[in-house]
């Protein structure tokens, strides 16, 4: 069985920090582009960063550019979130997923993150970033 977990969502104060993880079980994730996505209460989901299948490409969504940092650990079958400068505005269920547009053997991350192009989804952390 397939299964995406993540974990390390909390309470921290703006400016804090906080390092999500997604574990995969059941599949290497380093076969496959790994999304991070947010949804706020009244919002649509939202995507906050991706890398893909080896590593090749990394991008992020334009409110977290210069404070989020996606990564990954292969031998742990884990792909790591480091948040920064947090903000309220942060305050959100992450969500991690597995998929990206596939291309002579690898999966890319599509260059706006769209919930669509990841087909397995972990079921979320909580983030809240208040004083």
């Known amino acids: 069985q397939t299964q995406l977990v993540e974990s390390g969502g909390g309470l921290v104060q703006p400016g804090g920090s906080l390092r999500l993880s997604c574990v995969g079980s059941?599949?290497?994730?380093?076969?496959?582009?790994i999304g991070w996505f947010r949804q706020a209460p009244g919002k649509e989901r939202e995507g906050v960063s991706c890398?893909?299948?080896?590593?090749?490409?990394?991008n992020y969504g334009d409110s977290v550019k210069g404070r989020f940092t996606i990564s990954r650990d292969i031998f742990e079958n884990t792909v790591y979130l480091q948040m920064n400068s947090l903000k309220p505005e942060d305050t959100a269920v992450y969500y991690c997923?597995?998929?990206?547009?596939?291309?002579?053997?690898?999966?890319?991350?599509?260059?706006?993150?769209?919930?669509?192009?990841?087909?397995?989804w972990g079921q979320g952390t909580q983030v809240t970033v208040s004083s």
């Open positions: 890398i893909s299948s080896r590593g090749g490409n990394i």
């Open positions: 059941g599949f290497t994730l380093d076969y496959y582009a």
């Open positions: 997923a597995a998929g990206g547009r596939y291309h002579n053997n690898n999966y890319y991350c599509p260059l706006k993150l769209e919930s669509i192009e990841f087909g397995s």
